[in-house]
């Protein structure tokens, strides 16, 4: 029997230092990076007067009355499906975008990816370009490289604790939230959630990296299949390349081998062995082999963006397709075309949406109850939701086929106000007279009206009235 283990599903992270490049797409990143984090922690923080009984922060998710803001739009728990749809609309847009372009979403705006690129810089900045931190790495732990370390740590462990504390922000008032942090006076679940957040970024962006794309995120391995070969993403230009030597061999191709594209990559990948999962399209390694190319009087675009499908076609001096014949095909067109219909949907259904809403739930404990003139009266509770920024009078009415009358629990009369932005639960009594046919019939169907008595908008509820036939 054989006693050898089995191999290792794991392999152990080896540390990739990048060095710094500069060129066009890492000013690109560069953008993305201050937009997105702009973005997310300046967010929180913008103002959006609803009137003075609704917050006035301009995106918040408001737990404890179960709303979400987001400027002038108000979402109640029973329209979740607003929410559903954008999910929805995200994920074609990153079907859409990764058919398109590859993994740009992996290479520029992931937070993964942002966060990352932020701790690299922070690192960089204390610890010194590739080599220096190469060395630093391989040297003995000594007062230097303590001090390099903990300063490191503490710069990355600021950077989390303002995400965790920016994402609380979002869930609550934040001024009033800020304060509350200062004078720790903030809610233990608001601690709570800034200490998680914290130690995850600290581990995710500080330590594990690539590995958090490598081994838990499930888009690597669903890429290939929203890919084919007219996507346009990064690669290497083989054709041009190959054989690789250096400058002086006649007999060479354009790639001189000098492992520029491989210090720069985040992955630690060599884009030169091909299409691989690892990579996330940052094209940093495009930027250092067009460096490279420039230095050596080489026509830049050795590694660049390009579709599979023209690599044969360019190393037999033939053009490629242009841009947009890439971009414009029946993948992405279907793509966008979903994307743009549940868009349109939610939007009309956005603006067609009532601001009153009524639900009906007949009490049927007893089922109906005989008063002592014989009068059969059912009873039903009635919620009434306001959704304007304001207190209205909502005024009850009943229809019917046959004669019933409508009564309001702790009011002679058929209106109730219902406060701003609240819901409201209303006792409603229907009553029949023993003469009348709905005393005396199994079921008689009813409908139940409610009007803003402000704006004139109505909502009904179909019903059923119990008569003593029901026994």
């Known amino acids: 029997m054989s006693t050898t283990p089995p191999p290792s599903l794991y392999a152990a992270r080896e540390p990739i230092f990048p060095k710094r490049v500069k060129g066009y797409y890492r000013n690109l990143k560069w953008a993305v990076m201050a937009v997105t984090l702009g973005i997310y922690y300046l967010t929180p923080w913008i103002r959006w007067d609803r009137g003075p009984n609704l917050p006035d922060q301009a995106v918040l998710i408001d737990l404890a009355h ?6 002038w739009i108000e979402i109640w728990p029973h329209e ?13 847009g990153l079907f859409l975008f990764t058919s398109a372009l590859g993994r740009v979403w992996c290479g520029y705006t992931c937070p993964q990816t942002v966060w990352t690129d932020l ?8 610890e010194g370009d590739r080599n220096a931190r190469v060395r630093l790495w391989k040297s003995k732990w000594d007062m230097h490289k303590w001090r390099l370390r903990i300063t490191k740590w503490m710069v990355w462990f600021a950077i989390s604790v303002a995400t965790g504390g920016a994402w609380v922000f979002y869930f609550a008032d934040a001024p009033t939230l800020a304060a509350g942090l200062l004078t720790l006076q903030a809610p233990y679940i608001a601690w709570a959630t800034i200490g998680v957040l914290a130690l995850t970024t600290f581990v995710f962006g500080g330590f594990m990296r690539e590995q958090v794309c490598n081994y838990m995120c499930p888009w ?6 929203m890919m084919d070969p007219e996507t346009l993403t990064v690669a290497y ?6 054989p690789r030597g250096k400058k002086r061999d006649a007999n060479a191709g354009d790639c001189i081998d000098c492992m520029a594209c491989v210090n720069v990559c985040p992955a630690g990948i060599d884009i030169r062995d091909g299409q691989q999962m690892e990579c996330i399209t940052c094209a940093l390694c495009i930027d250092a082999c067009d460096d490279i190319m420039a230095k050596i009087g080489k026509p830049r675009g050795l590694i660049d963006y390009l579709a599979l499908s023209d690599q044969e076609a360019e190393s037999k001096g033939k053009p490629a397709k242009p841009i947009w014949r890439h971009v414009l095909r029946l993948r992405t067109v279907i793509y966008t075309s979903l994307w743009s219909l549940i868009g349109i949907g939610l939007v009309f259904a956005l603006f067609i949406r009532a601001d009153i809403e009524m639900t009906v739930s007949p009490v049927r404990n007893p089922t ?3 008063l002592s003139d014989g009068t059969i009266r059912n009873i039903y509770d009635i919620r009434l939701l306001n959704k304007n920024g304001e207190d209205r009078a909502f005024h009850l009415s009943l229809v019917s086929d046959d004669i019933l009358r409508i009564e309001l629990e702790g009011t002679a009369e058929r209106s109730i106000v219902v406060p701003a932005n609240e819901t409201l639960l209303q006792r409603v009594y229907v009553s029949a007279r023993p003469s009348d046919a709905a005393a005396t019939v199994d079921r008689t169907e009813l409908r139940l009206w409610v009007e803003d008595m402000t704006s004139g ?3 009904y509820k179909d019903t059923i009235f119990n008569g003593r036939a029901a026994q």
């Open 368 to 370: 109906f109850v005989t």
């Open 457 to 459: 908008e109505r909502a």
């Open 66 to 71: 179960r709303r979400f803001y987001f400027f």
């Open 237 to 242: 230009r083989d054709w041009r390349g190959e």
């Open 119 to 126: 701790f690299i810089l922070v690192e960089r900045w204390i």
């Open 220 to 225: 690597p391995r669903i890429q290939a299949a």
């Open 80 to 92: 979740f499906y607003f929410v559903a749809g954008l999910l929805i609309m995200a994920g074609l």
